[in-house]
Each structure stands twice: as structure tokens, then as C-alpha cells.
């Protein structure tokens, strides 16, 4: 049996394992399938819990709060003009702002990681629709995870197939989680997916086979490759640079 | 309304959810809620401008609720989930199963000891890392880490299948 721990698993699935403890947990994931299964289990219930209680950030805040905040900042304000006289114009209140919501929903979904690959995990279990990448979406921690750290071909829930640079001179990467796979660019915040599609197979995970990675690349992932693609993919020693450089 | 108001008001939605959390009762939360916000106001010299002012606040949250339950103490007979009213709204067919799995994370969370259930919360609900997380409940990262797991652990033992493994 593995040695991974509860407290591994859980860290690993919130993108607090580091590299170490990472590659521990592929590798032992590679020589037994349970334990893949619950990382799995463990990456759908944090999408899952992403979402629970969501309706209290789409109802109206109750007036009374919003005003808890107003009305303290004008006994502030008033305050603070007795002491030291106006620091800049009239103090009077601003309007709150009416629209509450939609900015904050977004970025929930920033911050929120590990939901969308969370998702794609998910999906082993459950139903395909809502659980993998998509494109123009940012990456969540398992896949980030993956996409920093592992070298192609390299085994593990996530496979990256192999690296190369956009026309913008950015790092990019070809993955496989499950029956999704796609291409993530390395952006300023993180990775973002490029673009995803159903995969015909299950990655080649775990047995060491990563020249095939490349051919095992489903079609249309090739083809967003063919329009993205600046020179030739990155090899071994310029894939270790760019993963030393940070991707940048 | 000065930057750190305004940003305190963009987060009134959060700040509710996680008085949910604490408090598993709606009114009850928006009491907190209003309680977190005057105390906020009171030590806006305490925050320091740029650093997280939702991890701050959660932990203002947080000492609040223990100053309340200790001037209640009756508060500690135990909730029934079920009554604390956690609304599933059924907009839609096509989301009603995933919502339903929502909703028995919900209130599986809900069922845990309170030290699990913020721990939970906070890292998977709200997104902190475990060192925000252990700074809102002024504990160490191991205690909070070690919360979390059994948290997790009984949440995914109580929805079936295949629990934990360990």
C-alpha cells in the first residue's frame, strides 16, 4: 500500500502539496488505481463545496447591512473632520453602488481553484458535461499543478503531452485529464485553457511510454497546436529551462 | 464611503455566507454580519491596507460568534440542519441534479463540529490557503489542516461510496 497520507491527498487536491510531496502522490497514484479514484473523489467535493451556500452571493443583501457600513462610515467621517479639518472635498456619503453581485460571482470563480479540473475529475464518476476544462477558462490547482511542475509524458492523473510558444512568445502545453484534453497557456495570473475537446482515450498514464505522447495527441488538439504554434515544440532540455523560468 | 468601506460592502455577500456557516441560521447570520461590520468600522486603524480584508473580517466574524454564544450558551442544542433553512432554489430542470448535490455537501457540511465545519468552509468554500485559513481561527496550520481532513473525511463518508481510505 501507498504511504500517502489523509493530510497528503487533501493538500494535494488544494494545491498546497509541494513538488516533493507531489510527485509522491503521482507516482503512487500510477501503482494503484484506488488511490486515484480518491483523489478524484476528493477533487469533486471541493468543486462541489465551491458552490455550496452560492445563493447567499446572488440574493439581495438586506438593506440594513449595506447601511451598517454607511452609517458607521459617516459617524467616522464626522469624526475625523473634528479632529483634523477636510482632508479633501465634501464628505458627503457616495451612493452605494446598486449592482452587487455579478463582480464579486466572478471573481469567486478566479479565486475558487481546483473547480473546473476538479470537475474534470468529476466526471469519471459522474456526469460528462459540466465537469471538463473549457476553453477560456483559467486552470484550476490540480491542473496547474501539473502544467508547473511535470515535464511531458510524465504519469500521473494529468498528462501533459508536450510544450511550445504562441506568437506571443508564451509557454503553452497539451494536457489530457480523463476524456478531456486541450491546450493551456501560460498567462500572467496563470494557466488558462486554450482550448479542449473530448479525447477518444484514457492518457497513456504510467508506464513510462512519453515518446508516444505526441501521437497519442487527439487530432483536434493538434490542429489548435498547427495555429498556435511558433517553431517547433519545446525539447527535453528547453522544456526543464521554461519549467525553471516559470513558464514565462 | 472611503476604499475600505467599499470594498466592505462588495464583500457583504461573502460575509453572509460565512455567518452562515458559523451560525447555520439566517437571521441569526445577518445579526453577525451587522455585529462584524460596526467592529470592522471600530479598528479600521488595525487593518493593514493591502493584506486581505476578507480574512480579516472572517476572523472579526469569528470572535464575534464566540462572544455571542458565550452570552447564550443555550445556543449549543443542536440545530437540526434541516431547520436552519438553506434554500435550493429550482430555477431550471437541467440544474436540479447538480444542485442536489449541492445541497448534500451543504448540509452534510452543516452536520459537522463547528472547528471542521470553519475549517471546511474556509478553505473549500471560500477559497482561503491553509494559512489564511489557520490565521482567521488564530490557530496553527497544523490544527487547521488536521480539522480540514476530518472534516472532509466524514462529509465524504456520510454521502457514501467510497469514503475514506485511510
Known amino acids: ?248 | 464611503m472611503n476604499a475600505f468601506q467599499q470594498e466592505m460592502v462588495e464583500l457583504l455577500p461573502r460575509l453572509r455566507r460565512f455567518g452562515r456557516v458559523l451560525t447555520r441560521d439566517r437571521s441569526d447570520a445577518d445579526d453577525l454580519v451587522q455585529i462584524t461590520v460596526e467592529r470592522a468600522l471600530m479598528r479600521e486603524d488595525q487593518w493593514t491596507p493591502g493584506t486581505r480584508l476578507d480574512s480579516w473580517m472572517f476572523r472579526i466574524m469569528k470572535n464575534a460568534w464566540i462572544d455571542e454564544t458565550r452570552a447564550r450558551k443555550r445556543r449549543d442544542v443542536v440545530l437540526a440542519p434541516e431547520a436552519a433553512g438553506l434554500g435550493i432554489g429550482d430555477d431550471g430542470a437541467a440544474r436540479a441534479e447538480r444542485r442536489l448535490e449541492v445541497a448534500e455537501v451543504e448540509r452534510e457540511l452543516m452536520r459537522l463540529p463547528e472547528d471542521q465545519r470553519l475549517a471546511v468552509a474556509l478553505v473549500l468554500v471560500e477559497g482561503l490557503s491553509y494559512r489564511e485559513a489557520a490565521s482567521v481561527l488564530e490557530t496553527p496550520e497544523g490544527t487547521l489542516t488536521s480539522r480540514l481532513v476530518r472534516g472532509r473525511n466524514a462529509i465524504l463518508a456520510r454521502l457514501g461510496g467510497e469514503g475514506s481510505a485511510a
Open chain 1, 1 to 248: 500500500m501507498s504511504k500517502i497520507t489523509d493530510e497528503m491527498i487533501a493538500r494535494y487536491v488544494d494545491g498546497e502539496l509541494d513538488a516533493e510531496g507531489v510527485a509522491a502522490v503521482d507516482a503512487a497514484v500510477a501503482a494503484d488505481p484506488a488511490l486515484g479514484a480518491r483523489i478524484v473523489r476528493e477533487s469533486h467535493l471541493r468543486a462541489v463545496a465551491a458552490r455550496a451556500l452560492g445563493d447567499v452571493l446572488t440574493e439581495p443583501v438586506p438593506e440594513r447591512l449595506r447601511q451598517a457600513v454607511e452609517a458607521s462610515a459617516r459617524s467616522a467621517e464626522i469624526i475625523k473632520l473634528d479632529f483634523k479639518k477636510p482632508r479633501g472635498g465634501p464628505v458627503a456619503p457616495a451612493p452605494a453602488k446598486p449592482s452587487r453581485l455579478p463582480a464579486w460571482a466572478a471573481a469567486a470563480a478566479c479565486l475558487v481553484v481546483g473547480l473546473l479540473v476538479a470537475q474534470a475529475f468529476g466526471m469519471i464518476r459522474t456526469k460528462p458535461f459540466e465537469t471538463a476544462p473549457r476553453a477560456g477558462q483559467p486552470a484550476s490547482a490540480a491542473l496547474t499543478v501539473a502544467l508547473d511542475r511535470k515535464l511531458s509524458g510524465e504519469a500521473g492523473l494529468v498528462h501533459v503531452g508536450f510544450s511550445f510558444r504562441d506568437s506571443g512568445g508564451q509557454a503553452c502545453r497539451t494536457f489530457q485529464i480523463d476524456r478531456t484534453a486541450g491546450v493551456a497557456c501560460r498567462r500572467e495570473q496563470g494557466w488558462s485553457v486554450r482550448m479542449a475537446a473530448d479525447a477518444p482515450t484514457a492518457p497513456p498514464g504510467g508506464r513510462g511510454d512519453y515518446r508516444m505522447a505526441a501521437s497519442a495527441t487527439p487530432p483536434a488538439v493538434l490542429e489548435a497546436v498547427d495555429v498556435m504554434i511558433v517553431g517547433e515544440p519545446l525539447d527535453r532540455p528547453q522544456e526543464i529551462a521554461a519549467r525553471k523560468a516559470g513558464w514565462k
